[in-house]
């Protein structure tokens, strides 16, 4: 089965081009939103914005490399501020763990709405290397944290827990974002679900 390209067509630079960039993609997600992915099409994306499909070809070649472009940006988003959170100097490594890990609930909880319409438009990404790179910060940034929260542990347990803990804490957030919850039902998830990862990691 041939894949589908992800990369878009150019690489926005000047200020109209990034500005048509965003207005694609802002029309996008709310297309997303309103007809599900099932209904997600480049024409459907191009009436949204007002401009004419070849105008929308212009930046991405389907609709597969915008699904992408949306999903990055969020990977893009939310992976570098809890990067900053892991890192911070005001708490110790567990309490800051514990707070990236509510902070990552939340923000699985503010895009469940449009991760559902993105699985259900068929984007599944993991065997693209677009993804494996992205999954690489992910994996570096926890990769680091561990190491300095865990400086005598040894190279192959530390891959292990790296694993373990990206693959625990996407998996989790993401089951329990799907059902909707909000308020004290997720802050009791988020905060569960950081106490059981410290304790499997300094074990």
Known sequence: ?????????????????????????????????KRGGLNFT????????????????????NKEAILFRIQEAEWNDTWPKLDVILNSQEGTPWENMRSAVVAFFESEAEEAVLRSAVD???AFFRDTPEYRKLREQVYSTTRRFLRGALPQEKAAQLEFK???LVTAL?????????????????AHWADFTAEWLIQAMKS
């Open 1 to 33: 089965m041939k894949k589908s390209r992800l990369k878009p067509r150019k690489t926005p630079v000047q200020a109209r081009s990034l500005e048509m960039d965003r207005y694609i993609l802002t029309a996008a997600i709310r297309v997303l939103k």
């Open 162 to 164: 790296t694993d373990f």
């Open 170 to 186: 996407t998996s989790i957030s993401e089951s329990i974002t799907s059902r909707g919850l909000r308020g004290k039902e997720l």
């Open 120 to 122: 259900q438009a068929g």
């Open 42 to 61: 480049t024409i459907h994306v191009a009436e949204e914005a007002g401009i004419s499909v070849g105008s929308l070809y212009q930046y991405y070649p």
